[in-house]
């Protein structure tokens, strides 16, 4: 979102109270923000708050009553590449409807020759009322985006649908915006997270994989417009963007079950799971019990996820595997390369500081069946996510 201009528009819903957020937000992605309040709106925001987050002067009203300086609506829409209104009351949203012009926030929809996006909240029965339905059926018919509103608790003190978005949510519909969709029309399955391997009813053998790299990178393909289909094992994370399926597996064998079904409607693999090599050989039914001084677990090997799908893989597809190693990283990883038919592998040791599982930052050189080998420096996940993409892209044209 760097250098990227985005408008905020306010209008008189207690959701207000989280633009401070969304503002924050936005300053830290880089872009750059002027707010627009309705005249109700100051009274669930101050204004003070808004401009002093946004680094820009806050307008209200058309002028000010004591200078006779008046604030120019069509210059802020010329300014924007973006008018994104949250909250968006319904009674904003029936005079955007109708094309209605009695505040500074309505004129300056009018003269947005750009992009507006919404986030309407309300409670509950507003937010069901036919004639909500119908003006944001009619907004949408207009070329407004849409962020609908979430379940959950209402100020009311009643619980339905009608919560704003959350902060963060509308913040990644604004960056999804402004993201050159250079993936559209791919459909691609990462896989990501650990793998459980259940010892007993309570217990199982699993690893320090948190999911993170793979939730980057499905997160920043679903951005640039691909379709994802998430394959992830157990991990704390929420996954954000509309273009990503979630399938939610345990073991190594479900998610060999859920890639064996999906590897073939695909253009591109991005395996980053940390899938278990071994499993118990047999799961007991019941808890096991403490008795002995030492307890010994057969264990048996999991199917291989990754050289299954380079083995069905077709020409038009791209594989790309993750390795991890301790020692002999590049050897390793090329043996790898070979072995499991792959197209790139990405390589990490969790030797350099700051690479590895559960971190926010990764270290990796990717190497490909050309044998070119790129190493990058220390990055965020989502960045490394996006040297990733980029050096796949080349594969996939
Ligand atoms: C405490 C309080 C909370 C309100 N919350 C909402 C709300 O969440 N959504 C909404 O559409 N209207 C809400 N309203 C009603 C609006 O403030 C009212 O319709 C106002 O005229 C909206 O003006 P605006 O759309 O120009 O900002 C609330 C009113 C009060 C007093």
């Not at 919560?163 to 459909?187: N, Y």
Request: aromatic share 6%; charged share 25%.
């Amino acid at each position: 979102m760097r250098g990227k201009r985005v408008l905020l528009g306010v209008t008189g819903g207690i959701a207000a109270y989280k633009i401070a957020y969304l503002i924050r937000i936005l300053k830290k992605q880089g872009a750059e923000v002027k707010c627009i309040l309705t005249p109700a709106s100051s009274d669930f925001i101050s204004p003070l708050v808004v401009s002093t987050l946004s680094g820009n002067p806050v307008a209200i009203e058309f002028w000010d009553k004591k200078t006779g300086v008046w604030t120019n609506h069509v210059e802020l829409a010329l300014w924007a590449d973006l008018f994104v209104i949250a909250p968006l009351t319904a009674n904003t949203l029936s005079a955007m409807s109708l094309g209605s012009c009695d505040n500074l926030l309505l004129a300056t929809y009018l003269s947005m020759k750009g992009k507006t996006i919404v986030a309407p909240a309300m409670d509950l029965d507003m937010y069901a009322h036919p004639s909500t339905k119908r003006n944001l059926l009619q907004l949408e018919k207009d070329g407004v985006s849409i962020i609908p509103a979430e379940s959950g608790e209402l100020a009311s003190g009643l619980e339905g649908e009608g919560r704003m978005a959350e902060p963060e949510t509308i913040a990644a519909h604004i960056a999804d915006f402004f993201t050159i969709k250079d993936l559209a029309g791919k459909k691609i399955l990462v896989t990501a997270g650990p793998t459980y391997e259940a010892i007993d009813p309570v217990r199982f053998i699993g690893n320090h994989s948190s999911g993170k790299m793979g939730y980057a990178i499905a997160e920043l393909a679903a951005s640039r417009g691909a379709e994802v289909i998430l394959v992830t094992g157990p991990t704390s994370l929420k996954v954000s963007g509309n273009r990503i399926q979630r399938l939610d597996v345990v073991s190594a064998r479900e998610m060999l079950e859920k890639v064996q079904q999906i590897w073939a409607t695909c253009d591109l693999g991005i395996f980053a799971a940390a899938v278990a090599d071994y499993r118990p050989e047999t799961i007991a039914d019941e808890k096991i019990k403490k008795k002995e001084e030492t307890l010994n677990i057969e264990l048996t090997k999991n199917p291989d996820i990754l050289k299954w799908a380079g083995e069905h893989k077709l020409t038009t597809q791209v594989l790309v595997g993750f390795a991890l190693e301790t020692s002999d990283l590049l050897k390793n990883g090329e043996s790898k390369l070979n072995s499991k038919n792959l197209n790139l592998i990405v390589m990490n040791t969790l030797k350099d500081e700051g690479a590895g599982f559960a971190g926010d930052t990764n270290k990796v050189s990717i190497l490909d069946d050309r044998n070119n080998l790129t190493s990058f420096e220390l990055k965020s996940k989502s960045e490394v996510a996006g040297d990733i993409i980029d050096t796949v892209m080349k594969y996939l044209c």
